[in-house]
Structures are given as structure tokens and as C-alpha cells.
């Protein structure tokens, strides 16, 4: 197994443009999570998605941030406007079960925005 | 709604030596209990787990315990080697639910 996917590894982008992350999970996994990693605030959960539903986005930060799971392999995690307070490390994880299971985490996005 | 704290945040002990890391919870209906190992440039990887009905766990040099009257679990590495310096972090979760994570623990090892 590939284990998940996450794109680009990273990236640097100027305040104002609108950045999208990428997230693969697991085949067969049910839930994903978005988390945000930064050394103030440490690891953050966003939102998470179960069966394609997102069920809890109160980590989104504000109304710049969104997330969509279109289908069970992939999810986005949408920055518009970026600012320079969300640079940090941006992880996916998937489970096959919510809550109570192993997350396997992704390698992580790192964004930069100037 | 949960919180975790874990303690210490910083921990370096000599090659050879025992680490012990301290986690405690606030959710008296959370029933598991995940440890976490990050290396640099990697994202966390489940190193050993604890359900509610298990006081106490050991996979080799590793092992976690569990307080539930408390609220209180722990991780407990044993003859430490190089390679087990990294980030740590601890969790909690009840079913059905999202898991907390602690805010993790640099654990160094000296040679």
C-alpha cells in the first residue's frame, strides 16, 4: 500500500494568492482528517470527513479555509486568500474506522506564504 | 470537550537510560489511547496504543500504562538507542469521535 498521498510536499506562494493542498487516503479507508502543524500551536485538527461528509470543521480557522471530499480518494484543502500566519505544516490522515483506530498520517505539505 | 496536557515538553537522557513521558486527559469517557512518534520531515506514526480496559501495554522496549481512575497514561522507553530521538505525541479518543493529541515531547538522546 501506498500509504497517503499528500501534494505538493511543498509550497511558497505570495500573500493574497489562493493555495490548494492535495490528499490521497488509503484505499478502503472511511474517514480523513486535515490537520495543521505549526510550533506555537502544535498539532491542529481542521476538519474531518466520514463517508465524504465532513462532521466536525470547527479547527477551520476562518472563512478563508475549505475542504471538500468529492469522492473516497481524494480531498482538498483550500487557502483563499493565503496570509502569512497560515505558513506551518499541513497533514492528511485516514482511518478505517472513526475515532477509537490507528491514523495513518501522510508526509505532510509545507507552505510557505510570503 | 477533550483535553490532553503532556508533560514534559523537552527531554534529553543519555543513551542507555529510560525516557518517560506524562499525559493526562479530561474526558472521563475517552476509551483509547494512542502514542505517536514524529521524525523530522515525516508525519506522526502510531507507535503503540491502550484501550480503557487494559492497565498497561509493552511491545519491547516500549510500554504505556494507563490510570483511568486518574486520568493519567504514560510512555515508557527503556534502554534507549539514537534512533529513538523524535517528537512524541500522546492522544485520546472516545468511539465514534476525533482523537486529541497532546502538544508532544522532544525527546533527545545523548551519546
Known amino acids: 500500500d501506498a500509504g497517503v498521498i499528500q501534494s505538493p510536499r511543498h509550497e511558497v506562494t505570495e500573500m493574497g494568492q489562493e493555495v490548494t493542498l492535495r490528499c490521497k487516503p488509503i484505499?478502503?479507508?472511511?474517514?480523513l482528517f486535515w490537520y495543521r502543524q505549526t510550533m506555537m500551536r502544535g498539532l491542529e485538527l481542521l476538519i474531518y470527513f466520514n463517508n465524504n461528509v465532513p462532521i466536525d470543521d470547527s479547527g477551520m480557522p476562518e472563512d478563508r479555509f475549505s475542504a471538500k471530499m468529492p469522492n473516497a480518494s481524494f480531498s482538498t484543502l483550500k487557502i483563499q486568500p493565503s496570509e502569512p500566519r497560515d505558513s506551518a505544516v499541513y497533514f492528511c490522515a485516514s482511518t478505517s474506522r472513526q475515532g477509537g483506530d490507528t491514523q495513518y498520517f501522510g508526509p505532510g505539505t509545507r507552505l510557505t506564504v510570503l | 470537550g477533550e483535553n490532553v496536557e503532556q508533560h514534559p515538553s523537552t527531554l534529553s537522557v543519555q543513551e542507555g537510560d529510560s525516557a518517560v513521558i506524562k499525559c493526562t486527559y479530561s474526558?472521563?469517557?475517552?476509551?483509547?489511547f494512542p502514542w505517536y512518534k514524529q521524525e523530522l520531515g515525516k508525519g506522526p506514526q502510531l507507535i503503540i496504543d491502550i484501550r480503557s480496559n487494559v492497565g498497561e501495554k509493552k511491545d519491547q522496549r516500549i510500554a504505556v500504562t494507563l490510570n483511568k481512575t486518574a486520568k493519567h497514561f504514560s510512555l515508557h522507553i527503556t534502554e534507549t538507542q539514537p534512533e529513538d530521538s523524535a517528537v512524541y505525541f500522546c492522544?485520546?479518543?472516545?468511539?465514534?469521535?476525533?482523537?486529541?493529541f497532546g502538544k508532544g515531547t522532544r525527546l533527545h538522546i545523548l551519546p
Open positions: 484505499s478502503g479507508h472511511n474517514s
Open positions: 474526558d472521563s469517557a475517552s476509551n483509547y
Open positions: 492522544a485520546a479518543s472516545k468511539r465514534d469521535d476525533k482523537i486529541i
